[in-house]
């Protein structure tokens, strides 16, 4: 008998362990709780909130806090979908004065919209692309007449 311990499998040729024997099958996307893709596909063909561009492409986020319409916020996460607003990506991301080069409250109240107020009359029409496309008229026909809550 042998005093010292055995190996329990054949050695392994030097490098061996470092490569990949066999397709490992992808990580499925799991569901985010807030998620609501075909509302953001209906977003995305509403006029831009500050341009007025239609269709303006894009959903912005509104990232930043507000008691009064229950929303919290928090470092590196993404909002729930409630809280999308239609802008084209020249307003949204690209331009010198778009909300992303920019204060996100400093471009909404530059512009004159409460976006809490816009996303919570879009989502409570979401469905209808025709009752959607008046709260976003109506956010810009009075734009700077509401107060910003």
């Given at each position: 008998m042998?005093d010292?311990?055995?190996r329990?499998?054949?050695?392994?040729?030097?490098?061996?362990l470092l490569k990949?024997t066999?397709?490992?099958?992808r990580?499925?996307?799991q569901?985010?709780?807030?998620?609501?893709l075909p509302?953001?596909?209906?977003?995305?063909?509403l006029?831009?909130?500050k341009?007025g561009?239609d269709?303006?492409g894009?959903?912005?986020?509104?990232?930043?806090?507000?008691?009064?319409?229950?929303k919290?916020?928090?470092?590196?996460?993404?909002?729930?979908d409630v809280?999308?607003?239609?802008?084209?990506?020249?307003?949204h991301?690209?331009?010198?004065?778009a909300q992303?080069?920019?204060?996100e409250?400093?471009?909404?109240?530059?512009?004159g919209?409460n976006?809490l107020?816009v996303?919570r009359?879009?989502y409570?029409q979401?469905?209808d692309?025709v009752a959607?496309r008046?709260?976003?008229m109506?956010?810009?026909?009075?734009?700077?007449?509401r107060?910003?809550?």
């Open positions: 042998k010292f311990p055995q329990l499998a054949a050695a392994a040729p030097p490098g061996s990949r066999a397709v490992q099958p990580m499925v996307r569901e985010v709780a807030g998620r609501d509302y953001l596909a209906l977003v995305r063909q006029p831009c909130l341009c561009d269709p303006c894009e959903a912005a986020h509104v990232r930043f806090a507000s008691a009064a319409f229950g919290a916020s928090g470092l590196g996460r993404k909002p729930s809280h999308s607003v239609p802008l084209c990506p020249g307003c991301r690209l331009d010198r004065d992303h080069a920019r204060g409250r400093e471009f909404w109240d530059s512009i919209i976006p107020i996303a009359d879009l409570a979401r469905g692309l959607m008046a709260v976003v109506v956010a810009i026909a009075e734009r700077g007449r107060e910003a809550r």
